[in-house]
C-alpha cells in the first residue's frame, strides 16, 4: 500500500483499513506462533501499513483541529 493510496481515502476508510489490518496482524502472529506461517515477510509488511495509516490519520486529525 503506497502512501499517495492511502491519502485518498476518507479517515472513515482509514478506520476501517485499520481495524482490518490488526485482525490480519493477530492472526500472522499466531500462526507464527503455531509454526504455520508461509510468508514471512507480509509481517513486516502488515506492520509498515498499520504505521503508514496511523501516520496519515494523526496528519489528518491535526489539519481539521488547526
Known amino acids: 500500500m503506497k502512501a499517495v493510496d492511502v ?3 476518507t479517515e472513515d476508510q ?3 483499513e485499520l481495524v482490518g489490518l490488526k485482525k490480519e ?3 500472522l502472529r ?3 506462533a503455531t509454526g504455520q506461517l508461509e510468508n514471512t515477510a507480509r ?3 502488515v506492520r509498515r501499513d ?3 495509516i496511523q501516520t496519515i490519520l ?3 486529525t491535526q489539519t481539521s483541529a488547526a
Open 58 to 60: 494523526r496528519e489528518k
Open 14 to 16: 482509514l478506520k476501517e
Open 25 to 27: 496482524q493477530f492472526n
Open 43 to 45: 509481517v513486516r509488511q
Open 50 to 52: 498499520i504505521a503508514r
Open 30 to 32: 499466531f500462526q507464527q
Open 7 to 9: 491519502r485518498a481515502k
